[in-house]
């Protein structure tokens, strides 16, 4: 098993996180996003968007840090990272999407190129921009959390699921970029909960090989 991806991607550090909870060894192949390494060579084979994280298990290739997770559920179901009932699976599945779909697509680095190279935002507007949609993500993540009793010592129940996976790197991200966290109490607390776990901890970007600083 392959696992293509890059130190500072949210998105691949959910999928290292994966990995780790689920105890899959994959080779590492570092895409350094940086230097778009991503537009040069056959990786457009690996991932015709030239994106990371991609895995490729024996030729089969997964695209997309939720497609692999739910590939990772079916081919390695212990231990579970999705509820065994149906609401809590669909619960889990709108956290993740709330993170994935909502917050993060309009925040990377591809998008804040755009602002600046068409739209001629400097880099305070961008910061605005990065900060009032985070805001708005991890305000309604954090209400969905603190007003529902199916909230555990994690973000559903009392084992780390894919929802935490997600939450987890985008808080960091958030960090990163200077964001105000003090208005999300219940995510900062599961956040602490899951980075006591060693499969949490040897995920995160400054513990990668490719790590640059």
Sequence with gaps: MIHYGFWRS???YRTRIALNLKGVEAENRYIDLGKQEQDAGDYGAVNPQRLVPSLDDDG?????SLAIMEYLE???PEPPLLPADAPGRARVRALCLNIACEV???LTARARGMLESVFGASAAAQREWYSYWVARGLTAFEARLANDPATGLYCHGDAPTMADVCMVPQLTNARTNECDLSGYPTMLRIEETCKALDAFRLAEPSNQPDHTG
């Design 10 to 12: 949210s998105a691949a």
């Design 60 to 64: 089969g290739i997964v695209n997309q």
């Design 74 to 76: 079916e081919t390695h």
């Design 104 to 106: 993060h697509p309009i």
